[in-house]
């Protein structure tokens, strides 16, 4: 079994920063691509940003310019830099990665972090 533990929400003011961490813990399974995705009160959850095993990134368009996702494969760390937030930006942020079990890729959730952005 295939735990994400995410890190790193909180309260900011607008304009601020933050950075969400999310490791794959005791993995023994190959991780591909890992992301972000957030769900603000009465939402769907969406996509904010995923990176490939090999770095290519995607980015919703109403985060590019202010966010950035990295990640560590020796560690199975998947990170979110959030610059210039805004309110909007306000939501519970989930880690979600495919991990190859049993020759087939299965998606895995954390269990969420807030995220506020107020004044």
């Known amino acids: 079994q295939v735990q994400l533990e995410e890190s790193g929400g909180g309260l900011v003011q607008p304009g601020g920063s933050l950075r969400l961490s999310c490791a794959a813990s005791d993995s023994i399974f190959t991780i591909g691509a890992m992301g972000w995705y957030r769900q603000a009160p009465g939402k769907q959850r969406e996509l904010v940003a995923t990176?490939?095993?090999?770095?290519?990134?995607n980015y919703a368009d109403s985060v590019k310019g202010r966010f950035a996702i990295s990640r560590d494969n020796a560690q199975d760390t998947v990170y979110l830099q959030m610059n210039s937030l805004k309110p909007e930006d306000t939501a519970v942020y989930y880690c979600n990665a495919d991990v190859l079990r049993g020759g087939r890729w299965e998606g895995y959730w954390g269990q969420g972090t807030q995220v506020t952005v107020s004044s």
């Open positions: 990176i490939t095993r090999g770095g290519m990134t």
